[in-house]
């Protein structure tokens, strides 16, 4: 006689049962909404007390699939929606309506350069092969919207390699931009979730020029590694003449409300090849050198 043989399961499978649930026989009860299944529900979902349910939510659903997509760790590109690429940059020019626009517009295209540099940086970050057990390392990843975004996400597909782009509901439409692999592709109501998943397997992150969302996302990671929350990693800050510019680093130093060396937190660099090199360089000084697959 041969030992027997379990079933694998007893219980019918979640997606069995909502099938079943809405095709219901027609009654005042099953009509109801209290009669929906609750996952099914979304009046139930969405109401205010729901909160905490879809803040768990919205951080699991990404890190499954980032799971089960292999991905242990990313390389985060942070910058501005608004920089052009440079083969576009002149047509901000020519539609500027006043002397003001025209000076933006000017400013503009001049780091417009950072758009190849970002997607340069991008292919490098790319070429890194999986490691042994099969997990794939520097993932590009990006807040999957245009500009500085999208030349991340372009540069990985220029290695016909994945990328992920984790976009945010916003009043106006932000669509993700046509490089983010779709399977990669995540949207969020929450930005505190979106920040924890851009950090959650980040190893190296580049700071490209941007505003307050560039600066909100890469100054909580400064944070975070100030106060010891996460390891030091490379954090690449390009355009020295605009980070100096726009935030006096050495003045908080001399109101003493940083401490000299946390300006050794990051680095100002100007090229991908310079931030590459870097990245290279910290990860062989612990012990981590990277390795490529092609």
Known sequence: MTDPKPPERV??????????????TSSPQTEHPAYRLAFQDMDFLLREDLRPVRF???LLKPELALDEAKIASTFVFYGSARIPEPDKADALIQTAANDAQRRIAESLKAKSHFYDEA????????????DEDGLRQFV????????????ANRGAEDEGEESIGLNIVLPHEQLPNPYV??????????????????????????????????????FELLTLIQTGKVKPMPILFFGRDFWTRVVNFDALVEEG????????????VETAEEAWDYVCAHYAENGEPLEFAK
């Open 11 to 24: 219980f019918a499978p979640a997606r069995e049962e909502a099938e079943v649930a809405n095709q219901p």
């Open 56 to 58: 768990q939510l919205e």
């Open 140 to 151: 590009v990843c990006s807040g999957g919207g245009p500009s500085i975004m999208e030349a």
């Open 119 to 130: 997607r340069k940086l991008a292919r490098l970050a790319s070429r890194v092969g999986a």
């Open 257 to 268: 409300t940083i401490a000299p060396d946390d300006l050794k937190l990051f680095r100002f």
């Open 181 to 218: 692999t779709p399977s990669l592709s995540f949207q969020f109501h929450y930005f505190a979730l979106r920040k924890m998943h851009f950090l959650i397997r980040a190893r190296a992150v580049a700071v490209f020029p941007g505003g307050f969302g560039t600066m909100d996302e890469s």
